[in-house]
């Protein structure tokens, strides 16, 4: 089986900075796409990132595009999501997920692996 888990959450200011992790055990992941979804205070998860098998293509949600930054390193099984200019509206628990052959890369039904979460808070 496939475990994700993700990292690196905390609470930051109004435009500063977080860098999350998302590691995979039990196997090679570098043929999936893989995905960044959140989900804020009563509000349903939404789509924040995608990147596709090799990095070579990434894909952002308007509200977080020129702010967030997905990356992937498919040597250590990881994929990053660096966060710069947050916001109050940001906060949320962010959850990574892979997606093997998915048909576009926003739609959470083609992400068959999901972490548990690690919530994000930033302050006014």
């Known amino acids: 089986q496939v475990q994700l888990v993700e990292s690196g959450g905390g609470l930051a200011q109004a435009g500063g900075s977080l860098r999350l992790s998302c590691a995979a055990s039990?196997?090679?992941?570098?043929?999936?796409?893989m995905g960044w979804f959140r989900r804020a205070p009563g509000k349903e998860r939404e789509f924040v990132a995608a990147?596709?098998?090799?990095?070579?293509?990434?894909f952002y949600a308007g509200s977080v595009k020129g702010r967030f930054t997905i990356s992937r390193d498919n040597a250590a099984n990881t994929m990053y999501l660096q966060m710069n200019s947050l916001k109050p509206e940001d906060t949320a628990v962010y959850y990574c997920?892979?997606?093997?052959?998915?048909?576009?890369?926003?739609?959470?039904?083609?992400?068959?692996?999901w972490g548990q979460g690690t919530q994000v808070t930033v302050s006014s």
């Open positions: 990147i596709n098998w090799s990095g070579g293509s990434t």
């Open positions: 997920a892979a997606a093997p052959s998915p048909l576009e890369y926003s739609g959470y039904q083609y992400y068959y692996y």
């Open positions: 039990g196997r090679t992941l570098s043929s999936y796409a």
